[in-house]
């Protein structure tokens, strides 16, 4: 497979924010180009007044109308918002939400189309970006609406190299997480987990903890029961599909006595309780997956950080990783899909005779 054919898609986010700086200092090194073909979907414009207002190194874009036309070893732009389009940094606008649902939405399309192969967001804005078409607590969600089947759904990943965390429930109110801690969707969870690490990132026989939802795993039903009558009933069930999973562990011992370096992946209950201690360990080179959908989606695991956008001082680590994990599962999903696309047939021996049957041929 040529690694130059894989294109990767890239939205600017929210134009306020440090999306831009995150992209150009990401871009300014030239060896990125060996790897993939960038199209940002943004605005020229925009990506200029950034480098400007910060004295960024230039990055050489090449203007393109289409994501057909993108040019190997080089960044490719693709102009999708209006020219007039106003920055104002460190502010969350209307203007800027619009332009961040615009190139998102233009980068979607050609997803879709296969025009580009995998997707890498800068952070939005969740307030802002809302519309009549964009009615979502995230990416995730606006993604698992576009792609997802009947039956599918999206999980959440976040990662490094040694660590994995995905969630139960993702942006859901505190208030309502009780409610979506059920046998099913945790069976769910688990499944879409085991099969991702092994499909997007080559593990053979996953090994999964599973945090629990109460403190102290609920102290023998002392603090609560959701262990014993639903989560450990849900991790049996997953049990008898294939997946091996241990647990539950209360989280906070889990993480201070860094038993997470034993397994494969760690799923936690709800969003704090994974992402918390996720971004302690690993803020500065985390990447946010979106797995359990046809397509690859990664971005970094930082938001728009309007305190410090204009002012040169976002890292790109974040957003570099989420580029090569891109790249990476995009890999990993073809080598999967090859290895797993031709099983071989079970064939068996008649009993008292030379003759193999073959049990998967139709008569």
Known sequence: MDEQL????????????????????????????????????????????????????????SIVASADEAGANRVNIINCIEDNTKVELRKSTPEAGKAAFQSLEAAVADLRRGAIDVLLTAPINKHNIQNATFHFPGHTEYLEECFADSQGKALMILLTDSLRVALVTGHVPVSRI???????????????????????????????AVLALNPHAGDAGLIGKEEAEIIKPAMEEAERKGVLSFGPYPADGFFGSRMYEK????????????????????????????????????????????????????????????LYTAIDIYRNRKRFQEATARPLRKQYYEKGSEEKLDLTKEE
């Open 6 to 61: 894989i294109k990767v898609g890239v939205t600017h986010g929210d134009i306020n924010g440090v999306g831009y700086e995150v992209i150009l200092k990401t871009f300014e090194d030239s060896r990125i180009t060996e790897l993939c073909t960038p199209i940002i979907y943004g605005s020229s414009k925009v990506a200029a007044y950034h480098r400007k207002a910060m004295d960024l190194p230039p990055v050489n874009f």
């Open 178 to 208: 009780a409610e979506f801690i059920t046998v099913p969707n945790i069976v769910n969870k688990l499944m879409l987990f085991n099969h991702s690490l092994k499909q997007d990132f080559g593990i053979i026989k996953p090994r999964i």
């Open 263 to 322: 397994f494969d992946g760690v799923l936690a209950m709800y969003h704090d309780q994974g992402l918390a201690p996720f971004k302690a360990l690993a803020m500065d080179e985390g990447v946010n997956f979106t797995a359990g959908l046809p397509i690859v989606r990664t971005s970094p695991d930082h938001g728009t950080a309007y305190d410090i956008a204009g002012q040169n001082r976002a890292s790109e680590v974040s957003f570099r990783q989420a």
